[in-house]
Antibody, heavy 120, light 106 residues
Framework: EVHLVESGGGLVQPGRSLRLSCAAS????????MHWVRQGPGKGLEWVSS????????GYADSVKGRFTVSRDNAENSLYLQMSSLRPDDTALYYC?????????????WGQGALVTVSS | SYTLTQPLSVSVALGQTARITCGGN??????VHWYQQKSGQAPVLVIY???YRPSGIPERFSGSNSGNTATLTISRAQAGDEADYHC?????????FGGGTKLTVL
């Protein structure tokens, strides 16, 4: 059974940094692209970042480009999101999602999310 | 940038058919995926590549995509189908989500 467990969320002041992790199990992690999607309070889904199975292809939403960095460790079955220069509008529940393919297709499994609150 | 337009809300009587649309410029040329998100829960994939159902998703859920509109159809709607539904496409190597539609079963 596929499991994705996000961690590292919390309350952080504007301008500070935070690192999210996503621990994957139940599938061959290194064979699939992975993604971060966030959802602000009462809002819809917003794509944050994607990374291909071998990290060759990485993409970011314009709203986070230059501030967030996605990475993965296939040996550790883990996905990461390094967030810096955080702003109040980054406040959201951050989901880790598994792609159905090695590159970019659709999200067949999602974690339960990690809550990030950016506030002074 | 590419945008997807969904109605904010759709209502359906218990046992009837609900149709949730997702509009986009020539969306029929793209693969559209749909996610169901119940209150307080993570999204769940219900339709991928326009028309395909993942294992475990009831046959009552179906999809179509043509021209400028993709549609998620839920037949014989049940109370348990109440949720937000989000459409998703890829455009120029970026993910685009619709704004989401809240389905109410009356």
């Amino acid at each position: 059974e596929v499991h994705l467990v996000e961690s590292g969320g919390g309350l952080v002041q504007p301008g500070r940094s935070l690192r999210l992790s996503c621990a994957a199990s139940g599938f061959s992690f290194g064979d699939y692209a992975m993604h971060w999607v966030r959802q602000g309070p009462g809002k819809g889904l917003e794509w944050v970042s994607s990374i291909s199975w071998n990290s060759d292809y990485i993409g970011y939403a314009d709203s986070v480009k230059g501030r967030f960095t996605v990475s993965r460790d296939n040996a550790e079955n883990s996905l990461y999101l390094q967030m810096s220069s955080l702003r109040p509008d980054d406040t959201a529940l951050y989901y880790c999602a598994k792609d159905a393919s090695t590159d970019y297709a659709y999200f067949d499994f999602w974690g339960q999310g990690a809550l990030v609150t950016v506030s002074s | 940038s590419y945008t997807l337009t969904q109605p904010l809300s759709v209502s359906v009587a218990l046992g009837q058919t609900a149709r949730i649309t997702c509009g986009g410029n020539n969306i029929g040329s793209k693969n559209v995926h749909w996610y169901q998100q119940k209150s307080g829960q993570a999204p769940v994939l219900v339709i991928y590549r326009d028309i395909y159902r993942p294992s475990g998703i009831p046959e009552r859920f179906s999809g179509s995509n043509s021209g400028n509109t993709a549609t998620l159809t839920i037949s014989r709607a049940q109370a348990g189908d109440e949720a937000d539904y989000h459409c998703h496409v890829w455009d120029s190597d970026t993910v685009v989500f619709g704004g989401g539609t809240k389905l109410t079963v009356l």
